[in-house]
């Protein structure tokens, strides 16, 4: 069994930074691939950065350049520093952590999820 348990939600005007950490409990090899996602009321949750066991990222095109994701091997906690807030960015963001496939590589879906931190940017 994995616990994820983030912190770092808040609210920032907008062009401001925030960060987001993720402490991940259990079993190492069930959070090889880590990622974050957010989700506002009435809306899909979207992707927003996934790292793999190698260190392989990958962000959603909304927040490139803008958002860094990183990991901790060593505390196994993840982290999403996000600067230049924009008030479109604000939504419950959630950390996710799975096993990965063979080799290392992310799935498609996650096999657990945190609690979720609220961020909020105002305009």
């Known amino acids: 069994q994995v616990q994820l348990v983030e912190s770092g939600g808040g609210s920032v005007q907008a062009g401001g930074s925030l960060r987001l950490s993720c402490a991940a409990f259990g079993a190492f090899y069930s959070t090889q691939c880590m990622g974050w996602f957010r989700q506002t009321p009435g809306k899909e949750r979207e992707g927003v950065a996934r790292i793999d066991s190698g260190g392989s990222t990958n962000y959603a095109d909304s927040v490139k350049g803008r958002f860094t994701i990183s990991k901790d091997k060593a505390k196994n906690t993840l982290y999403l520093q996000m600067n230049n807030l924009k008030p479109e960015d604000t939504a419950m963001y959630y950390c996710?952590?799975?096993?990965?496939?063979?080799?290392?590589?992310?799935?498609?879906?996650?096999?657990?999820w945190g609690q979720g931190t609220q961020v909020t940017v105002s305009s």
């Open positions: 996710a952590a799975d096993p990965g496939r063979y080799g290392g590589s992310c799935r498609s879906a996650f096999a657990y």
